[in-house]
């Protein structure tokens, strides 16, 4: 294993996603990101129309479709900039302003939901009917009267999307420390070899068949986090907090409900999982009892829920091998879904290895 990882220039681009494939130059994005600017002031045109005419309520929301999915792009190309070096401060900016413009453009769009509303609902189908174009939006339509109880005024969304850069300061916040700022004491592996620890060789050292080992890499990582409790918990009350105050304007009765709203889902369904979960915990208890025994364990710590019951070989798998074990098992889903996943392996969609910076996990 690396005793250290690797900064963003030492990487071969092999193994390095190719974002030139979204935007082939800086240039691009600046420019789609005037334009989503210019499609913002543009639907301020259609405000007060829509009842017009199937014709009028289908060109708004074609426009909106394209600011939105412009505004993602650009959203989506300036996260996964930052996501390759959380330090990097050309990046921050980038994504900065790409949060500010979905802002502007949440802004601008927020008068459409009530005013759909307001159209009578005889009328609406009436514009589906004329207007064939519409007919792909009757389940879009269906769910905004669902939710009808919990739209605002027009000026109160429009309050109230201008509030969602505000809203994403904790998540933010929580991205830069466990991103960039975090560090994690070093820790020695099987070898007595000394090992930078990190969140990636995190998941490996609870697997090994070192208990010292495991127990060494659990206190690196979760006594740094200790030792950030209070800020942590302090972003964690800010977005507790966010997420009532927007389950309270919209008249829910709970942040849950408001969460799962979306979805259609009732807090009874939640409820009744978590519930059955609770009432079925025995099997869970049993294997629990089953690895002590069979580790030989006086007591069982957090460090020793993954480790390997059996004793296996302690090598590594390369990254090429492990994608092939992938293709060859995935082989019975057909030739298609081979292809396309084969195209994410070699196509530059994958950034595969740690780096200073880099957010962890995969999406």
């Known amino acids: ?48 129309r829509l009842g017009e005419s199937g014709a009028a309520l289908h ?11 412009r505004a993602d792009k650009i959203y989506i190309y300036a996260k996964m900039r930052l996501d390759e070096d959380n330090t990097n401060a050309r990046y921050q900016s980038f994504f900065d ?76 916040i929580f ?53 950030l409790k209070n800020t942590l918990g302090a972003t964690l009350n800010a977005s507790i907090k966010r997420d009532i105050f927007y389950a309270r304007v919209r008249k829910y009765p709970s942040a849950l ?8 889902i009732s807090t009874a369904v939640y409820d009744s999982l978590i519930t059955a979960m609770h009432n079925n915990m025995e099997p869970m208890y049993k294997y629990l009892r089953l690895r002590k025994k069979v580790l030989g364990l006086d007591e069982l710590h957090m460090y020793d829920i993954y480790a390997p019951l059996v004793k296996e070989s302690p090598g590594e798998i390369e990254y090429e091998a492990a994608r092939d074990m992938v293709l060859a098992g995935l082989k019975p889903l057909g030739k298609e879904y081979g292809d396309i996943l084969r195209e994410g392996f070699t196509g530059g969609w994958i950034d595969v290895y740690e780096q200073e910076g880099k957010t962890g996990g995969a999406y």
């Open 1 to 48: 294993m690396e005793n250290k990882i690797k900064s963003g220039n030492e990487k071969d681009k092999d193994y390095h996603w190719q974002l030139e494939d979204i935007y082939k130059d800086e240039q691009g994005w600046e420019e789609d990101y005037q334009q989503v600017q210019e499609l913002s002031v543009q639907l301020g045109s259609y405000q007060g």
């Open 59 to 69: 060109a708004l929301l074609t426009l909106a479709e394209k600011m939105e999915r």
């Open 97 to 172: 302003r790409a949060q500010s413009l979905a802002v502007q453009a949440g802004s601008a769009a927020a008068f459409i939901v009530p005013e759909i509303l307001s159209i009578p609902e005889e009328k609406l189908r009436d514009f589906v009917d004329e207007t064939k174009e519409l007919k792909l939006y009757e389940h879009y339509f269906a769910e905004l009267n669902r939710q009808k109880q919990h739209v605002l005024s027009p000026a109160e969304e429009i309050l109230l999307a201008q509030t969602a850069e505000i809203s994403m300061a904790s998540r933010n």
């Open 175 to 227: 991205g830069m420390i466990n991103n960039a700022d975090i560090k994690f004491p070093p820790i020695k592996d099987e070898e007595g070899q000394e090992i930078e620890m990190t969140k990636g060789k995190f998941g490996r050292f609870m697997e090994s068949q070192d208990r010292e080992v495991r127990k060494a890499a659990f206190q690196s990582l979760y006594s740094s986090y200790g030792k």
């Open 257 to 264: 409900a408001g969460a799962l709203d979306s979805d259609n």
